[in-house]
Every structure is written in C-alpha cells, then in structure tokens.
C-alpha cells in the first residue's frame, strides 16, 4: 500500500513556539519534498531531500528547516512560528515517475 | 528557472459544458515531463496524467492533455463536465529522475448544475 502519511493533520500553535511537522514513507523513495500551499500561490517547495541527510533548500526555506535521518522519514521544524507561516503543508515523496502525497497538515500560527 | 504558469486560478463551468485549463511552461531542457495533478477537498493532490512523447495526447478519467513543446504548452481538456470534477488541478514540471517537480499555482475548477 503506497502511502505518504503526515502527523498531525491539524496543528494549533502561538506565534513563537517551535513546531515539528512529521512524514512518513513506506515506498523506500529517495526523494521527498515539503511544499506549502497557500490560495493565489500553490505549491510552493520549501525543502526537498534526495536521501539521509542530504537536504537542499527549494524556493522558500527562509523559517524552516528539516531533518531527514531515515528514508522513510522527513521531519519539517520551525522554530519560532511566525503569524505569517500559517498554511497547509504537504509532504510528498517521488519516484522517478510521480510524485505521492500526503493529505496535508493544516497549520495555524495565532 | 523553470516555471510552469497557470493562468486561470478560477475556472466555473455549467455541467456538460466542456473543459479547457490552459498550462504553459518554461525550462531550457528538450526532455521535459508535465504532469496535471486534481486535488480534492480534504484528499491527497494526486497524479492525473503525465505527459508522452511531443504532440502525443494522454489520457485518464475522462481527461486528456497533449504535450506541445512548440508552444511549450500541456493543456487539461474534457469534453463534458461533471459536478464531481469540482477541485484544485496542478500542472507540474519534471526533468525525470531526482530533478524536483515545479509546480503551477493552480486551477479551482468549480461545475455547477
């Protein structure tokens, strides 16, 4: 069963504190992605990871950053949430043919 | 960069009515991959189709799209409408392999009876 799944699905933090955004894998892809999505904007690459501790920087890292120690996990960490980071974020993994997401977590920053 | 546009970002169509979401994109690369993904309300964004040779037309579920590197265009069609068509669709650029997926900001497409 083919899934990308991401905990949690719904996140409620004050501006300031540390949030940890976690995904998980179970199709032994290298390659794995976090993408926010905001109306007007799309999807807009915040990481993406081409395996174990090897992380890139996509378009908007500016306030995030990432850890990857295994490949079936990619963990999205921001410290000191800003009102601004207010999204849905998704993780996804690859193939070298599609790209597999999960159903997003729904952050709030108040 | 590569970029791929999406011009509409709302598109309200009456059922049975056919489909046309406009996609163009820019890369310097010849090998090329364009993908359309739908997303739901509350579901996973999902592969629909993905592109095949130059000027070859893809299908799936009723959609289809072909790849026109000429106008460096992958167009999303259906001929007729269906309420339940009513979701968010992404077009999206690949080179193959690693390379990482560019993604438009999207079409709503909103049928109504």
């Known amino acids: 069963d083919m899934k990308v799944t991401q905990m949690p699905r719904y996140l409620i933090k004050r501006m300031g504190e540390n949030v940890l955004l976690e995904c998980g894998q179970d199709?032994?892809?290298?390659?794995m992605y976090w993408y926010r999505q905001d109306p007007g904007l799309g999807l807009q690459l915040i990481y993406i990871?081409?395996?174990?501790?090897?992380?890139s920087e996509g378009d908007i890292p500016k306030g995030y950053r990432v850890s990857r120690k295994k490949r079936e996990h990619f963990s999205l960490i921001l410290d000191s949430a800003k009102t601004n980071q207010t999204s849905v974020y998704f993780c996804?993994?690859?193939?070298?043919?599609?790209?597999?997401f999960g159903k997003g977590t729904r952050l709030t920053v108040v | 960069g590569d970029s791929v546009t999406q011009k509409e970002g709302l598109v309200t169509l009456t059922e049975g009515l056919p489909v046309m979401l406009n996609c163009t994109y820019q890369?310097?690369?010849?090998?090329?991959?364009l993908f359309w993904y739908v997303h739901y309300l509350n579901e996973s964004p999902r592969l629909l189709l993905k592109?095949?040779?130059?000027?070859k037309r893809t299908e799936h579920q009723g959609f289809h799209a072909t790849l026109h590197k000429s106008s460096s265009s992958f167009h999303l069609q259906k001929s007729s409408a269906q309420l339940s068509d009513s979701a968010l669709y992404y077009c999206?650029?690949?080179?193959?392999?690693?390379?990482?997926?560019?993604f438009g900001a999207g079409t709503r497409l909103k049928v109504i009876a």
């Open positions: 990871s081409y395996d174990v501790d090897s992380n």
């Open positions: 996804a993994s690859s193939s070298t043919t599609e790209v597999f």
């Open positions: 592109s095949s040779t130059d000027n």
């Open positions: 999206a650029l690949s080179l193959g392999g690693n390379y990482k997926y560019v």
């Open positions: 890369t310097i690369y010849s090998n090329a991959f």
């Open positions: 199709m032994s892809h290298e390659t």
